[in-house]
């Protein structure tokens, strides 16, 4: 009797145990032909509920997994679906690897979506995932689709010309915007042309841009963030890539150094890129199609052809171990410079280096991520003038973070450090010299949680920044949440407190300035502010602060077509901007002096608010999409409130790629921007000016100088910008592994006068880019 007994608790603690076990199935998914990790992919057990998609570094994690026997599968659009056996025993952790195959055949329709699944289990608010797939969708100036082009159709950006044009995001600046690749900071992304970055798109896996309302995982910016990760060489075989168009050329060249196997072992590869730019050169082809619109006072950009050019080298080498875990060593050398006809001439150079890893520890839950690297930016402005500008910044950043999986729900936590020195100066229009050299280390930390309760998720996040040069401490709250009100609606909020120290070395006021330095945070600032309601505010903290607030919905009308919807307000409670009122020394002979009229820099507050509409149609063959933003951004600086020259109202972007051809061997790719005109100050009269430069000179009779009277501040609005893009390809398969294209493109199809600068005095106007053909080829092998 007391055997029985003994008997049936054993077997009830058996039954319980595999009752209650639960397991964890981890590991990558991989490209078979390459051996690269697939990202956005989705892995499931067959027939239950239990899933996740796989990371930007192709990692997958499920957990609470009961103990039986199940079939592993991953499914991804162009790929045949792959599975495994599975068995889960009791609370263990298996590591599983797997491969999938492209697809002979392209299938019309499909049934699961990683992306979809996603956006059902994370907030995702104001977020573009993009992929080379998606940039190469876009009309390609110049013969290579770029990064810098496809950013230009975001909901929320605004590009301001074609031509030293910037980015501005959702009302911030350049400076607001951080930019990470594979971890490092870069510190200028684009080229001085505007139309091109120094990312090499072949090279890219993905990029994740934040518009706004961003988690804690990310610090030291107020606006936004630029995430992109570039992907591993080849692990199976020796390929690249060679091509050249109208405006440059690009090689790149991978392979492995230790091959990748599906079973057992690790690999190691190696991926090296190179681009340069002929744009001085070739653009002469078109010498006499420039003079012919100058004559016509059309086009007044230099006839001589356009005076850009650039050079960008990236190299990575990745080892990977048996289970997964890598580490990446990575540098780069970027390169630009301008040499306009009136003698002004401008280079930068950027150039750094680092390592990042991919830890997976085998008896715990955890995915642990590094990143170390050193990067320095440097640029050289010589004016017409005479008067030369520099700036230098440069330093470390270094971090790592952990995360833990539990379902459907995360936790991450981490640090991150970051030592930088900014050395600068210029001299100003009434021969003053600004200058400002200094140090600074920057320490923050996060907490991050995602909850998936039924219907509701939630991301509350929190960072500490610590700024050491300003010697205060930023905490950061971060909330984001999700409602999904049906399969198909689902309803979005997310807001926080940001903080910054770096500044832009130029004004948000400058209408172009190919010039784009660094400074640290200076800390002699102004003590006091007046608000726009005329308070005089006591200013405690020389930090750039925001605050954030966004609503959206999104909609899945069907399989194929896809609404999103945000409407978001930034609030900029303090920035720093160079004070373009200067005119006396900061010293003790001007202590009377009042300091908007003798500081360097000068504190200003602002808003931006607006609403962003995305429609996407997604087939086989055919792709729309159709993005609507309207917004406002408003600055004050304590004595006048204006809108700054990036405050564009409407903001229209139309993009189609469609493929077709036997084979679907052809594409073509068509982009319309449409926007609204950006401010400008307004002529209001000419009068003479006299220097008095003598006390014996007579008014009457002394020659003066031609001076303007200026308007209100930014009051004027420029006409209408408008420009269509067009691009036709061709792919022949020439065998297993090698490929040509050949691709046609022109810019400005139907060569829109879109204004880009006018001479108040001549009444000589400057345009934009004309109607612009290029032709590419690119082989790959």
């Not at 010498?287 to 016509?296: H, N, P, Q, R, T």
């Given at each position: 009797?007391?055997?029985?007994?003994?008997?049936?608790?054993?077997?009830?603690?058996?039954?319980?145990?595999?009752?209650?076990a639960?397991?964890?199935v981890?590991?990558?998914?991989?490209?078979?032909?390459?051996?690269?990790?697939?990202?956005?992919?989705?892995?499931?057990?067959?027939?239950?509920?239990?899933?996740?998609?796989?990371?930007?570094?192709?990692?997958?994690?499920?957990?609470?997994?009961?103990?039986?026997?199940y079939t592993l599968?991953?499914?991804?659009?162009?790929?045949?679906?792959?599975?495994?056996?599975i068995?889960?025993?009791?609370?263990?952790?298996?590591?599983?690897?797997?491969?999938?195959?492209?697809?002979?055949?392209?299938?019309?329709?499909?049934?699961?979506?990683?992306?979809?699944?996603?956006?059902?289990?994370?907030?995702?608010?104001?977020?573009?995932?993009?992929?080379?797939?998606?940039?190469?969708?876009?009309?390609?100036?110049?013969?290579?689709?770029?990064?810098?082009?496809?950013?230009?159709?975001?909901?929320?950006?605004?590009?301001?010309?074609?031509q030293?044009?910037?980015?501005?995001?959702?009302?911030?600046?350049?400076?607001?915007?951080?930019?990470?690749?594979?971890?490092?900071?870069?510190?200028?992304?684009?080229?001085?042309?505007?139309?091109?970055?120094?990312?090499?798109?072949?090279?890219?896996?993905?990029?994740?841009?934040?518009?706004?309302?961003?988690?804690?995982?990310?610090?030291g910016?107020?606006?936004?963030?630029?995430?992109?990760?570039?992907?591993?060489?080849?692990?199976?075989?020796?390929?690249g890539?060679?091509?050249?168009?109208?405006?440059?050329?690009?090689?790149?060249?991978?392979?492995?150094?230790?091959?990748?196997?599906?079973?057992?072992?690790?690999?190691?590869?190696?991926?090296?890129?190179?681009?340069?730019?002929?744009?001085?050169?070739?653009?002469?082809?078109?010498?006499?199609?420039?003079?012919?619109?100058?004559?016509?006072?059309?086009?007044?950009?230099?006839?001589?052809?356009?005076?850009?050019?650039?050079?960008?080298i990236?190299?990575?080498?990745?080892?990977?171990?048996?289970?997964?875990?890598?580490?990446?060593?990575?540098?780069?050398?970027?390169?630009?410079?301008?040499?306009?006809?009136?003698?002004?001439?401008?280079?930068?150079?950027?150039?750094?280096?680092?390592?990042?890893?991919?830890?997976?520890?085998?008896?715990?839950?955890?995915?642990?991520?590094?990143?170390?690297?050193?990067?320095?930016?440097?640029?050289?402005?010589?004016?017409?003038?005479?008067?030369?500008?520099?700036?230098?910044?440069?330093?470390f950043?270094g971090?790592?973070?952990?995360t833990?999986?539990?379902?459907?729900?995360?936790?991450?936590?981490?640090?991150?450090?970051?030592?930088?020195?900014?050395?600068?100066?210029?001299?100003?229009?009434?021969?003053?010299?600004?200058?400002?050299?200094?140090?600074t280390?920057?320490?923050?930390?996060?907490?991050?949680?995602?909850?998936?309760?039924?219907?509701?998720?939630?991301?509350?996040?929190?960072?500490?920044?610590?700024?050491?040069?300003?010697s205060?401490?930023?905490?950061?709250?971060?909330?984001?949440?999700?409602?999904?009100?049906?399969?198909?609606?689902?309803?979005?909020?997310?807001?926080?407190?940001?903080?910054?120290?770096?500044?832009s070395?130029?004004?948000?006021?400058?209408?172009?300035?190919?010039?784009?330095?660094?400074?640290?945070?200076?800390?002699?600032?102004?003590?006091?502010?007046?608000?726009?309601?005329?308070n005089?505010?006591?200013?405690?903290?020389?930090?750039?602060?925001?605050?954030?607030?966004?609503?959206?919905?999104?909609?899945?009308?069907?399989?194929?077509?896809?609404?999103?919807?945000?409407?978001?307000?930034?609030?900029?409670t303090?920035?720093?901007?160079?004070?373009?009122?200067?005119?006396?020394?900061?010293?003790?002979?001007?202590?009377?002096?009042?300091?908007?009229l003798?500081?360097?820099?000068?504190?200003?507050?602002?808003?931006?608010y607006g609403?962003?509409?995305?429609?996407?149609?997604?087939?086989?063959?055919?792709?729309?999409?159709?993005?609507?933003?309207?917004?406002?951004?408003?600055?004050?600086?304590g004595?006048?409130?204006?809108?700054?020259?990036?405050?564009?109202?409407?903001?229209?972007?139309?993009?189609?790629?469609?493929?077709?051809?036997?084979?679907?061997?052809?594409?073509?790719?068509?982009?319309?921007?449409?926007?609204?005109?950006?401010?400008?100050?307004?002529?209001?009269?000419?009068?003479?000016g006299?220097?008095?430069?003598?006390?014996?000179?007579?008014?009457?009779?002394?020659?003066?100088?031609?001076?303007?009277?200026?308007?209100?501040?930014?009051?004027?609005?420029?006409?209408?910008?408008?420009?269509?893009?067009?691009?036709?390809?061709?792919?022949?398969?020439?065998?297993?592994?090698?490929?040509?294209?050949?691709?046609?493109?022109?810019?400005?199809a139907?060569?829109?006068?879109?204004?880009?600068?006018?001479?108040?005095?001549?009444?000589?106007?400057?345009?934009?880019?004309?109607?612009?053909?290029?032709?590419?080829?690119?082989?790959?092998?």
């Amino acid at each position: 009797m007391k055997l029985n007994k003994i008997l049936l608790v054993i077997l009830l603690i058996v039954i319980t145990s595999n009752i209650f076990a639960q397991g964890t199935v981890r590991g990558f998914v991989y490209d078979e032909k390459t051996g690269e990790p697939m990202i956005f992919t989705n892995v499931y057990f067959k027939g239950t509920t239990m899933g996740s998609a796989t990371d930007v570094n192709g990692f997958y994690s499920i957990t609470k997994i009961p103990a039986g026997s199940y079939t592993l599968m991953v499914s991804s659009l162009g790929f045949d679906t792959a599975q495994v056996a599975i068995t889960i025993k009791g609370n263990e952790i298996i590591n599983q690897k797997l491969f999938i195959k492209e697809a002979m055949i392209q299938m019309a329709t499909f049934n699961i979506s990683a992306e979809k699944a996603e956006s059902k289990t994370e907030v995702k608010m104001s977020v573009s995932k993009v992929t080379p797939k998606e940039i190469q969708s876009m009309p390609s100036i110049g013969g290579d689709p770029d990064l810098a082009q496809y950013l230009q159709v975001l909901p929320g950006v605004t590009f301001t010309g074609d031509q030293g044009g910037q980015l501005y995001i959702r009302g911030g600046s350049p400076v607001q915007n951080k930019v990470l690749l594979d971890g490092m900071i870069i510190y200028n992304p684009f080229h001085s042309i505007g139309l091109f970055s120094v990312f090499d798109t072949d090279l890219m896996r993905n990029a994740d841009v934040y518009t706004g309302g961003f988690s804690a995982q990310y610090g030291g910016r107020v606006s936004s963030i630029m995430d992109i990760t570039t992907r591993d060489g080849n692990k199976k075989r020796l390929s690249g890539k060679l091509s050249a168009s109208s405006f440059g050329g690009k090689i790149l060249l991978e392979g492995p150094m230790k091959k990748a196997k599906e079973v057992g072992g690790g690999s190691s590869s190696f991926v090296i890129s190179a681009k340069h730019s002929y744009l001085e050169q070739s653009s002469k082809i078109y010498k006499s199609y420039f003079k012919e619109l100058k004559s016509e006072n059309a086009r007044g950009i230099d006839t001589t052809g356009l005076p850009y050019g650039f050079t960008d080298i990236y190299g990575k080498v990745s080892f990977n171990g048996e289970n997964g875990s890598k580490f990446n060593l990575f540098g780069f050398n970027f390169l630009d410079r301008v040499n306009f006809s009136d003698a002004s001439k401008i280079a930068w150079d950027s150039y750094g280096g680092g390592a990042n890893f991919v830890l997976i520890p085998g008896s715990s839950k955890t995915l642990i991520e590094g990143v170390f690297a050193y990067s320095k930016y440097k640029i050289d402005m010589l004016e017409a003038d005479g008067k030369p500008r520099t700036s230098n910044v440069g330093g470390f950043n270094g971090g790592m973070t952990f995360t833990t999986f539990s379902g459907d729900n995360e936790f991450k936590y981490g640090f991150d450090v970051l030592g930088l020195s900014t050395n600068y100066e210029f001299t100003n229009s009434v021969d003053l010299i600004i200058q400002q050299q200094q140090s600074t280390t920057e320490l923050g930390g996060f907490l991050l949680f995602r909850w998936n309760i039924k219907k509701l998720v939630l991301e509350p996040s929190v960072r500490v920044q610590y700024y050491a040069s300003l010697s205060e401490i930023s905490p950061e709250p971060r909330l984001g949440i999700k409602y999904n009100i049906t399969d198909w609606w689902r309803v979005k909020v997310a807001g926080g407190l940001y903080s910054q120290n770096l500044i832009s070395a130029n004004s948000d006021r400058d209408i172009v300035n190919l010039f784009y330095g660094f400074i640290s945070g200076p800390d002699n600032l102004q003590k006091e502010f007046t608000d726009l309601d005329g308070n005089v505010q006591e200013i405690t903290s020389k930090l750039q602060k925001a605050r954030h607030a966004i609503f959206g919905f999104e909609f899945d009308l069907n399989r194929s077509i896809s609404v999103n919807t945000e409407g978001y307000y930034k609030g900029f409670t303090q920035l720093t901007n160079t004070n373009r009122n200067k005119i006396y020394p900061d010293n003790n002979e001007f202590t009377n002096e009042p300091d908007v009229l003798k500081k360097d820099y000068i504190i200003e507050t602002g808003d931006a608010y607006g609403v962003d509409f995305s429609l996407k149609y997604t087939s086989t063959h055919l792709n729309v999409w159709a993005i609507y933003s309207l917004s406002k951004v408003n600055r004050w600086d304590g004595i006048i409130e204006y809108n700054p020259v990036f405050d564009r109202r409407h903001n229209v972007n139309l993009v189609t790629a469609y493929t077709f051809g036997k084979n679907l061997n052809w594409e073509f790719n068509a982009r319309w921007n449409f926007g609204s005109g950006f401010p400008f100050t307004q002529t209001q009269g000419f009068y003479e000016g006299l220097s008095f430069s003598s006390i014996d000179q007579n008014p009457t009779t002394a020659n003066g100088t031609l001076e303007i009277a200026y308007a209100e501040f930014n009051k004027g609005r420029l006409p209408y910008y408008h420009r269509l893009d067009l691009t036709l390809k061709r792919t022949f398969v020439l065998g297993k592994n090698t490929e040509l294209e050949l691709s046609a493109s022109v810019t400005n199809a139907y060569n829109r006068e879109n204004i880009f600068y006018l001479n108040r005095v001549t009444g000589d106007k400057v345009y934009q880019l004309p109607l612009l053909p290029s032709f590419g080829m690119s082989f790959t092998f």
